[in-house]
């Protein structure tokens, strides 16, 4: 099927100037490079496909999610839905509740609205907290915030929470604590720029928050995006603005609520230069932490912005402070947009108008190493590596008359209470007609453990001793033991190799293949969809896997070189970094390991040598301070590229 390219500047305009009043129509290098070696921890991934029970919404978009027991909420710029398999639409406005399970709609619940809902949350005492565009709400006046009865819809009208000064984007409810960002300039009628806090039960406002973000970097100011750390103690907002509190702050800041709120020592660059696209006044469209607060990821729209993280996903530390940050990973859709982040599970979802993930190098079309992923995409936390994930934001055959199939916004990816909902102003998601909306279920998905490279401190060293040959050397921290030769007719024409768990990865020809490898013995190979042409695996000396990189040597590169490499769906990462190290010509490396927290290398000299590593050092590898622990000998000459680390 032929693929529609991403939103030119014409329709990127028009997408824009309506954001610019937050009406109800959408809106729609250099990589970073840190030193920080993510742990391993298994992650859980939702299934792929839909279920088939969702109800479909009619038209504009879904926007916001919520669930109270087993109810969820549905908030957008819709007009009407209708059952799975019915015939015919129901007249609803800008928000319905159906039963999780079954996906049928609750027809007791009738509240109306005048405009579209941006947002959803829950009180404490387990009342509905509804924002966004509205001006009336069940026939009274009631700008863009109001409480409902989640039973019936009914306006809450004890609730004092008001946003009379503008249009409520995000609502977030941490304790008791409700975090209100948005176009507002007024909130219960005091002075709040953007961003406010309110007594989530009462809707009073709370006077210690006073954190205002102002001057927009074109068009009007807004704060689009929201996210609250789970242990409450920090906010992440990203929008429309340049300065909060009247500091330098470019479309991301961190406010620390662990006491009385202040912005925090945390900025960075990398949302400061303008995109190539520049009718998107902003880029930086959705913000969320991970489940256990460590980090946080932001994903960007806007065009290929050289230095800048536009058309982007990326990862930051919460615990970073200081000026200039930088990410710890970055992944470039290149020239796509990426318009919703959701860190759950240990996995990181996103959705949005793009093609491709792992494609730094392609502009508009993909490049060395680009994965195809039609709108949806789930990554590794650790190294934001595409996952096996890849459901598709197509309708396939199954889009009905006056349906739409690619829109240029996921509007929200939310994470329930079992299972993963989707909201966008589209109607396909894998292959299936799905209105507006989906819903992927945790059961039925699967887990991914942990892998690593071995990391016991004895074992075996295995060298290449000729086709079909391996060299099995003992190994630990006494040393290298007598060599013995075992017969392994799978392994031919090897190069460099590595072993990540109970798998062997080796070049053979510039091809990056793998193997079971089992009790000392290495299985046939086969190569993995998640390769391309492009990467040239025969270049490479010597090779080893820790924590999502693969680092590696080459013959006419005097660098340890490293790429981001991901074990599930086996995807290499498009780019390549280089280690900070002293002391080694890695031109003359043959064969490389790692062994508790060494180096193990062998070279043209045919002698086997170990250094201490630590690639979160300022100096990865001191070479001084290499020792040989091996000479040539007729049993092994330690000169060949395959030379891989095992404890069986």
Not at 19 to 40: D, E, F, K, R
Not at 164 to 187: E, K, M, P, S, T
Not at 449 to 467: I, K, R
């Amino acid at each position: 099927m032929s693929l529609p390219r991403r939103l030119r500047p014409r329709a990127a305009a028009s997408l824009l100037a309506a954001a610019a009043a937050l009406s109800t129509v959408a809106l729609t290098a250099i990589p970073a490079q840190a030193v920080y070696v993510p742990p391993n921890v298994t992650s859980t991934l939702v299934t792929a496909n839909p279920a088939d029970t969702t109800p479909h919404v009619q038209n504009g978009s879904v926007r916001a999610f919520a669930q109270i027991g087993n109810t969820v909420y549905a908030g957008g710029s819709f007009t009407g839905a209708k059952n799975a398999g019915a015939g015919s639409w129901t007249t609803v406005s800008y928000l319905i509740a159906y039963d999780a399970t079954s996906g049928a709609l609750k027809t007791g619940f009738k509240p109306t609205f005048d405009n579209a809902v941006q947002t959803l949350a829950v009180s404490p005492d387990g009342k509905l907290i509804v924002g966004g565009n509205f001006g009336t709400v069940n026939g009274v006046a009631r700008k863009n915030l109001v409480e409902l009865d989640p039973s019936t819809g009914a306006t809450i009208t004890s609730w004092v929470g008001r946003a009379d000064g503008g249009v409520v984007r995000r609502a977030i409810v941490h304790g008791n604590h409700l975090y209100l960002a948005g176009a507002f300039h007024y909130v219960n009628g005091t002075k709040h720029s953007l961003l406010a806090r309110l007594n989530a039960t009462t809707g009073a406002i709370d006077s210690s928050f006073q954190i205002d973000a102002s001057v927009a970097r074109a068009s009007s100011e807004l704060v689009w995006a929201l996210t609250v750390s789970p242990d409450g103690r920090t906010v992440v907002a990203a929008g429309n603005f340049r300065k909060v509190n009247n500091l330098a702050r470019e479309q991301v800041v961190m406010i620390d609520v662990s006491g009385t709120p202040k912005v925090a020592d945390w900025s960075t660059q990398r949302f400061a230069p303008d995109c190539q696209i520049e009718t998107f006044p902003f880029y930086a469209r959705d913000v969320d932490f991970s489940d256990d607060g460590s980090y946080f990821v932001i994903g960007a729209d806007g065009g290929i912005g050289g230095d800048a993280f536009c058309d982007t996903i990326s990862r930051w530390e919460t615990s970073a402070r200081g000026s200039n940050l930088d990410a710890t990973w970055v992944n470039r859709t290149g020239h796509d947009s990426i318009t919703s982040v959701e860190a759950a599970d240990n996995v990181v979802y996103l959705g949005g108008h793009f093609r491709w993930l792992n494609n730094a190098n392609g502009d508009d079309k993909a490049g060395p190493g680009a994965i195809d992923r039609y709108g949806f995409g789930a990554l590794d936390p650790g190294n934001g590596l595409p996952m096996a994930w890849n459901p598709g934001r197509s309708p396939g055959s199954h889009l009905p008359s006056g349906g739409t199939s690619w829109g240029p916004i996921v509007w929200e990816i939310w994470k329930g209470p079992s299972g993963l909902l989707i909201g966008q102003d589209s109607d396909g998601v894998g292959n299936e007609y799905h209105g507006r909306q989906a819903y992927f279920p945790t059961s039925g998905g699967r887990t991914v453990a942990p892998v690593d490279a071995p990391q016991a401190a004895s074992g075996f060293l295995y060298l290449g001793a000729g086709n079909g040959k391996l060299t099995k050397v003992p190994y630990g921290p006494s040393g290298a033991g007598a060599a013995t030769v075992t017969n392994q007719p799978n392994l031919t024409s090897a190069k460099a190799a590595f072993s990540v768990s109970n798998k062997l990865w080796w070049a053979k020809g510039d091809v990056l293949q793998l193997s079971m490898f089992t009790g000392g013995t290495v299985g046939a190979p086969w190569v993995s969809s998640g390769f391309n042409s492009w990467y040239q695996a025969g270049s490479m000396t010597g090779a080893f896997y820790l924590r999502g990189r693969m680092y590696y040597t080459t013959s006419s590169g005097n660098a340890l070189y490293y790429r981001y490499l991901e074990p599930d769906g086996s995807i290499v990462g498009c780019t390549e970094f280089k280690l900070p190290t002293s002391g080694i010509d890695w031109r003359t490396v043959r064969g490389l390991t790692w062994v508790a927290g060494k180096l193990v290398y062998g070279s043209t000299d045919g002698s086997l040598r170990t250094v201490a590593f630590d690639p979160a050092a300022s100096t990865a590898v001191n070479g001084a301070s290499a020792t040989v622990v091996a000479r040539k000998s007729t049993g092994a000459n330690w000169s060949n590229p395959t030379l891989f680390f095992a404890t069986s």
